[in-house]
């Protein structure tokens, strides 16, 4: 079996080459790279196994009975314009952050950290965050993912939390933070917090209330729905008449694959269910199921298409 981190170069460099910006010393260097190493050579054929079978859904190589493939055009006009895309998305989450951040979980992976003044923290799957704790601060600087606080009071030593555009400080308290593409979120479960964005005056948030930051901008407190909101904990995942889009942002955190969307009709399907965090196959069985999608499983990626 070829080397994760093996995989992971040759990732990169099949990105690169079919990004249009490869120059000639670009791909004279990984050409030098995959005749280094039998190794190396593995590791790109399997990249570029990925490469031909996505050239083999956008042009099957024979006309497809009509029973075994439907509408072959909607996955095809997609996927050629979106190749590179693909290929990038299949490239490990965290290649870049794992290089600094001081502690990093993987897909699935829930971890506890007790820090250095008692505070305990715990990582959802597919988290990374580091912390600083000098000159009487105690800093912690979340890069992706989800992690819930449990802070040891000290008044003499705020906390703080930065997310993206989100800040937050505290000096004893319980709260949770997650931080996507869409913005980052905060759910107090004890005590109070402030929360604030650049340049804005801090917002108090108290036990029993969430609040997001999208766009840059704080946004108001809202009653928290901790059955849902914080089911991680408990080792469930909870949906209700949930965005699949969103569904599947979470469901990353659980499994391996990444998602992409072929059309933007399946993103606002609604999910309602109640499944164990370590049986993301359940969600995705009660997907195809259930509403009107259909999914491809690709190494590393799914592809999810409305059906009709």
């Known amino acids: 079996m070829t080397h994760p981190a093996l995989l992971a170069q040759a990732r990169e460099w099949q990105v690169l080459l079919h990004s249009g ?117 105690r800093e912690i600087r979340l890069y992706r993912g989800e992690a819930d606080f449990q802070v040891a009071h000290d008044p003499r030593r705020p906390f703080t939390v930065s997310a993206g555009e989100a800040h937050i400080r505290v000096t004893g308290t319980r709260f949770d933070v997650r931080l996507d593409p869409e913005g980052a979120d905060l759910a107090v479960s004890g005590g109070r917090v402030l929360a604030s964005s650049e340049g804005r005056e801090p917002l108090p948030v108290v036990a029993g209330q969430q609040v997001q930051w999208r766009g840059g901008e704080l946004q108001a407190p809202q009653v928290l729905d901790a059955r849902q909101r914080l089911a991680w904990q408990r080792g469930k995942l909870v949906f209700r008449d949930r965005p699949l889009a969103q569904v599947f942002a979470e469901l990353e955190r659980s499994q391996g694959a990444r998602v992409l969307f072929v059309d ?45």
């Open 264 to 308: 933007d009709a399946a993103r606002a399907l609604q999910v309602t269910g109640v499944f164990a965090l370590d049986d993301p196959q359940a969600v995705l069985r009660a997907v195809e199921s259930t509403l009107p999608v259909r999914l491809v499983r690709l190494p590393g990626l799914i592809l999810v298409a409305s059906r009709g």
């Open 21 to 137: 910006r490869a120059t000639e010393a670009d791909r004279a260097a990984a050409d030098a790279w995959r005749r280094a190493a039998p190794e190396h050579d593995r590791a790109l054929r399997e990249v570029e196994g990925l490469w031909a079978l996505l050239g083999q859904i956008e042009r099957p190589a024979q006309p497809p009975s009509v029973r075994v493939v439907r509408r072959p055009l909607r996955w095809a006009v997609p996927l050629a314009s979106a190749a590179a895309v693909l290929l990038a998305l299949w490239l490990p989450r965290g290649t870049w952050v794992g290089l600094y951040a001081d502690i990093s979980t993987g897909p699935g992976e829930v971890r506890e950290l007790r820090l250095e003044d008692g505070s305990l923290l715990t990582l959802n799957g597919d988290s990374a965050l580091d912390w600083q704790f000098v000159d009487g601060r």
